[in-house]
């Protein structure tokens, strides 16, 4: 079956984040601006929590808001710098909306008239939980469609985008293999203009899984053997 979800609330700080249940690292972090709406907030000591489905009220407005962390922020502020150089709209696919905290900084920060964002979630839970309660929301410029990421590269038009960000992640803090093969970097390579950029976030360690350093290893030699040359590799670390 479908792996739990978990999104946790701090009522005092509006902060809030989401995981999937065996991971030890934290999938989306967002400060919401200003108190959490009643509608969220659990009303009294030993009251049970309730589903995330039952929620009606728990909107979250992320306008001038940072991104809450260092691997984050490394990843959006390339494309903000993209934002402000270029006189059209920067073209970037995002492959892992997650809670939507990327997207939703960089549409913040660079604006629908400086950005076209097309954001991909596999788990259609996930992309309703991102503007449940992680303050995202889709325009005309900003959009999300469910469905994985090697069908997303494989469908869109080559040479398009400016940049591709993949932020795709399942369970125990690993990236899967369809998000890290030759074959997935090789059709990522070729939705790119001449001079766009790759970004991807993985994680080199996690106490969930001895298996993320492998797997961070598999990804280096697999982008080593489609462009031609090691990647670039700026280390972070995240809270969990």
């Not at 990236?175 to 001079?195: E, I, M, T």
């Not at 950029?197 to 993985?202: A, E, T």
């Amino acid at each position: 079956g479908d792996q739990d979800i978990l999104v946790r609330l701090d009522v005092e700080q509006n902060f809030r984040s989401l995981s999937f249940g065996d991971s030890a690292g934290t999938e989306t972090a967002v400060q919401c601006v200003g108190q959490p709406p009643s509608g969220c907030v659990v009303p009294a000591d030993g009251a049970p929590v309730p589903e995330c489905g039952a929620v009606e009220d728990c909107a979250c407005d992320l306008h001038g808001q940072d991104l809450p962390y260092p691997g984050m922020r490394s990843i959006a502020e390339k494309i903000v710098l993209m934002c402000s150089a270029s006189a059209s709209p920067v073209r970037v696919l995002l492959i892992g909306l997650g809670g939507g905290a990327i997207s939703s900084y960089l549409q913040d920060r660079c604006g629908d008239s400086h950005l076209a964002l097309e954001s991909v979630e596999k788990d259609g839970r996930v992309a309703d939980l991102a503007q449940k309660f992680f303050g995202f929301h889709t325009t005309s410029q900003n959009t999300v469609a469910v469905t994985d990421g090697l069908s997303a590269i494989g469908s869109r038009e080559k040479g398009a985008y400016d940049a591709i960000i993949v932020d795709c992640f399942a369970g125990q803090d690993r990236v899967p293999l369809p998000c890290r093969s030759a074959q997935f970097y090789g059709g990522a390579r070729s939705l790119l203009k001449h001079d766009g950029l790759l970004l991807q976030n993985v994680w080199a360690r996690s106490s969930a899984s001895t298996e993320v350093g492998n797997d961070f290893n598999a990804a280096v030699a697999a982008l080593t053997g489609v462009f031609g040359q090691k990647p670039h590799q700026e280390v972070a670390f995240d809270a969990p």
